[in-house]
């Protein structure tokens, strides 16, 4: 189950993680990473990353947005009269 | 077609009303996405007063030039578009832009394939030293460290949460040049934390 190189699993993972694989190259993959121990800790890795990259927390409140957007309203209504 | 919910109707309707100037419907684009729009401006300049100006500047300019929009792609997507034009404008202004850096991957393989040195593990890293608050830290750090074509895709996509389609009007790139893009970011964002 090692036949694929290594270099084309870790080129592989981010569509694996995006779920943009075909069901056989994911089948091809999980039975390399399976097998791997490089491989599996890259993949473990990476989608931490991924997860870690895209976490909003309580310290990420959106930023306040009504100072911009009183000066865009403010534009739009003086050009409009 | 993908992640495209069906929004036609309704986004032609609202691209109707922002071409005749309601500024109802202004105002309604700018409750959906301001805030979006303004924490992407953040994070790729790293200086809330610029992303501001920059935020400020572009819904003006939309504003006078909403006529020329065609449409063509989705509103979300084009004023993602505008914000970055006027970010990476700032950016190069700054002479601060970093292009897309070597290929962290580059090095780690052999001629057949293999891995060259055994992957790091990061057990120890992750699991012992560094708790999950201080891993998402040292992630964020790392990611405003990353060159700015590496850091925007992430940004859009893992922050903001825009889907292909609109990420790739966005950034005017096509869907092969994003999934190369998204993990070379990756990539490079994980070799920074894990230190490897
Ligand atoms: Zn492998």
């Given at each position: 189950?090692?036949y694929l190189?290594?270099?084309?699993?870790?080129?592989k993972i981010?569509?694996?993680i995006?779920?943009?694989?075909s069901?056989?190259?994911?089948?091809?993959f999980?039975?390399?990473i399976m097998?791997?121990?490089n491989?599996?800790?890259?993949f473990?890795?990476?989608?931490?990353?991924?997860e870690?990259?895209?976490?909003?927390?309580?310290?990420?409140?959106?930023?306040d947005?009504a100072h911009?957007m009183?000066?865009?309203m403010?534009?739009?209504e003086?050009?409009?009269? | 077609?993908?992640?495209?919910?069906?929004?036609?109707s309704?986004?032609?309707?609202?691209l109707?009303?922002?071409k005749?100037g309601?500024?109802?419907?202004?105002?309604?684009?700018m409750v959906?996405?301001?805030?979006?729009?303004l924490?992407f401006?953040?994070?790729?300049?790293?200086d809330?007063?610029?992303?501001?100006?920059?935020?400020?500047?572009?819904?003006?300019?939309?504003?006078?030039?909403?006529?020329?929009f065609?449409?063509?792609?989705?509103?979300?997507s084009w004023?993602?578009?505008?914000?970055?034009n006027?970010?990476?404008d700032?950016?190069r202004?700054?002479?601060?832009?970093?292009?897309?850096?070597?290929?962290?991957?580059?090095?780690y393989?052999?001629?057949?394939?293999?891995?060259?040195n055994?992957?790091?593990?990061w057990?120890?890293l992750?699991?012992k030293?560094?708790d999950?608050?201080?891993l998402?830290?040292l992630v964020r750090?790392?990611?405003?460290?990353l060159?700015?074509t590496?850091?925007e895709?992430?940004?859009?996509?893992?922050?903001?949460g825009?889907?292909?389609?609109?990420i790739?009007?966005a950034?005017?790139?096509?869907?092969?040049?994003?999934?190369i893009?998204?993990?070379?970011?990756?990539?490079?964002?994980?070799?920074?934390v894990v230190g490897?």
């Amino acid at each position: 189950m090692v036949y694929l190189k290594c270099s084309v699993v870790v080129g592989k993972i981010s569509e694996v993680i995006d779920g943009q694989t075909s069901l056989m190259t994911r089948m091809r993959f999980h039975g390399h990473i399976m097998m791997c121990k490089n491989c599996r800790r890259y993949f473990e890795q990476f989608k931490r990353v991924k997860e870690f990259a895209g976490k909003v927390t309580s310290d990420d409140l959106p930023p306040d947005f009504a100072h911009v957007m009183g000066f865009v309203m403010n534009e739009i209504e003086n050009k409009d009269v | 077609m993908q992640g495209d919910e069906v929004h036609h109707s309704p986004e032609t309707a609202q691209l109707d009303a922002l071409k005749a100037g309601h500024t109802s419907a202004w105002k309604e684009i700018m409750v959906l996405h301001g805030s979006g729009l303004l924490s992407f401006a953040i994070r790729m300049l790293g200086d809330r007063g610029a992303a501001e100006e920059i935020v400020q500047d572009s819904l003006v300019n939309i504003y006078h030039t909403i006529g020329r929009f065609d449409g063509r792609c989705s509103i979300k997507s084009w004023l993602y578009r505008a914000v970055h034009n006027s970010a990476i404008d700032e950016i190069r202004r700054r002479k601060r832009y970093v292009d897309v850096g070597i290929d962290a991957e580059e090095n780690y393989f052999n001629e057949a394939g293999r891995w060259i040195n055994d992957c790091p593990g990061w057990d120890g890293l992750a699991a012992k030293r560094l708790d999950d608050k201080r891993l998402l830290t040292l992630v964020r750090e790392q990611m405003d460290h990353l060159p700015h074509t590496h850091r925007e895709v992430l940004l859009l996509k893992e922050f903001e949460g825009l889907d292909t389609t609109e990420i790739c009007d966005a950034l005017e790139i096509s869907p092969g040049n994003l999934r190369i893009r998204i993990h070379r970011a990756r990539a490079a964002l994980r070799a920074a934390v894990v230190g490897a």
